[in-house]
């Protein structure tokens, strides 16, 4: 695992650079399958399921974007208390690194932090909480401004 913020930004973007070229390609299909749907004669259920993968395709990114975010928290958690097996729930990990001895992240980075948090929840657990409603461009803003907070680098202590 990374022990620089730099490299887990740099992460995180490229989640979101895949989420980019994977709703292209979903578009382009759609629109050359609409023009010519014969295209997909032989593969009647992926023609089916075609759509439905497009409108996912935002909620599975934002899934694999918050598990690139967590991925960090866990490292930087890791490091700080020496224990390479030490395991918190996201919702712990975001409170506890947030709120730290009066150098903490402020509240509201926090909470929307965490917002994210409930977002992938929804779409990880078909979740019908009050989660609302988020683009991966402003998840991805949310979360990357909580990484903004963490030291430079952090020394690893995993084995």
């Given at each position: 695992m990374p022990?620089?913020?730099f490299d887990w930004h740099e992460h995180l973007k490229e989640v979101e650079r895949e989420y980019r070229a994977a709703q292209?390609?979903?578009?382009?299909?759609?629109?050359?399958?609409?023009?010519?749907?014969?295209?997909?004669?032989e593969s009647e259920s992926v023609r089916s399921s075609l759509r439905t993968a497009y409108e996912n395709l935002e909620g599975t990114y934002l899934v694999r974007l918050f598990a690139a975010f967590e991925a960090g928290l866990r490292s930087f958690d890791r490091a700080r208390h020496n224990d390479s097996t030490r395991r918190e729930d996201a919702a712990v990990l975001?409170?506890?690194?947030?709120?730290?001895?009066?150098?903490?992240?402020?509240a509201s980075i926090r909470a929307n932090a965490q917002a994210v948090r409930r977002v992938r929840n929804r779409w990880a657990h078909e979740d019908d909480s009050s989660a609302e409603n988020m683009s991966i461009k402003e998840a991805?803003?949310?979360?990357?401004?909580?990484?903004s907070w963490l030291p430079e680098s952090w020394v690893s202590f995993e084995k």
């Open positions: 022990h620089l913020r292209f390609a979903v578009d382009r299909l759609l629109n050359e399958v609409a023009k010519n749907p014969s295209i997909l004669v975001i409170d506890s690194i947030g709120g730290r001895r009066g150098q903490g992240i402020s991805a803003a949310r979360l990357q401004n909580f990484l």
